[in-house]
């Protein structure tokens, strides 16, 4: 019961943080003006809380086909990156020692590259590939259209970079723990300690680790949509920017992931505790 307690004060100081952070536009432009808008500031704190009359604002605005497009290429991209991270990781762990630098190497290189020119080397990519075969993969939405392939392509590279890295460290120093020495001097093969002692332990210590991953892939979400056209809500708030929207569009993110990574903390802290109930 004090976990849950614990859990909706997060909530509440988070969603309170957001309410705050929505007017500092309007503190902004104030400062600039030499004045300081205080009343403008709580007019538009307590313009929030008429939740109905927001509602309708926004309502003819299909807020909500922008917010699911941005959390499906968002999600759909986590979760490749994830699984691709874990595949990499124990394909490298199976490899010899000298092997294994060197795939670390080549994947460290990557995460040093900017982000931006990932997107535009892949859509140079697209293009090269569509003069000399024929085959056209869309490098922008147009006409309304969603496109997936690319974007969370896109998306999630650096992200699965990232997380092999830290895969690839926390694989690592479970290899060197007592339990996997065991398990070798008792005949198991390579690919059973990874799969069946390692991988459960380490990925408790990946999922805690990529919270800052998603952070990460948030802010990446803003470029991409802008450099594809895409009809998301990261795109549509660059166009109209205001702090209404602005709360909308930060809540659209936050709840989904906090309640995600609280489902996840949840579950993982009861594993660790054997199935007892965290007091």
């Given amino acids: 019961m004090k976990a849950f307690w614990r859990w909706m004060l ?39 809380f008429s939740i109905g009359e927001l509602l309708d604002r926004y309502a003819g605005m299909h807020i909500e086909g922008f917010v699911q497009y941005s959390l499906e290429v968002l999600f759909l991209a986590l979760l490749v990156a994830v699984l691709l991270a874990l595949f990499f990781t124990v394909l490298t762990m199976l490899c010899k020692e000298r092997v294994r630098q060197r795939i670390k190497t080549v994947f460290f290189f990557l995460e040093s590259i900017p982000d ?40 999630m590279i650096l992200p699965m970079v990232q997380l092999y890295r830290l895969s690839m460290l926390t694989f690592e120093a479970e290899e060197r723990k007592m339990y996997a020495e065991l398990a070798r001097s008792l005949g198991f093969g390579k690919l059973a300690i990874l799969l069946i002692h390692i991988f459960r332990n380490a990925v408790i210590s990946i999922f805690f680790q990529s919270k800052k991953t998603m952070w990460f892939m948030l802010s990446n979400l803003f470029i991409l949509e802008r450099m594809f056209n895409m009809p998301g809500i990261m795109y549509y708030l660059s166009n109209n ?8 569009t930060v809540c659209s993110f936050f709840f989904p992931v906090f309640l995600l990574y609280s489902f996840g903390e949840w579950y993982f802290l009861r594993h660790l505790n054997k199935g007892r109930a965290i007091g």
């Fill in 10 to 48: 997060q909530l509440s100081v988070a969603f309170i943080g957001i309410l705050l952070i929505s007017g500092l536009p309007l503190l902004i432009t104030g400062f600039q003006q030499g004045e300081f808008w205080w009343e403008e500031y709580r007019n538009h704190l307590l313009g929030l």
């Fill in 116 to 155: 931006i020119l990932v997107i535009m080397l892949i859509q140079l990519l697209i293009i090269i590939i569509h003069k000399h075969t024929g085959i056209f993969l869309k490098i922008a939405v147009t006409g309304g259209e969603k496109i997936y392939l690319l974007p969370v392509v896109c998306l």
């Fill in 241 to 248: 920017i205001s702090g209404e929207l602005f709360l909308i």
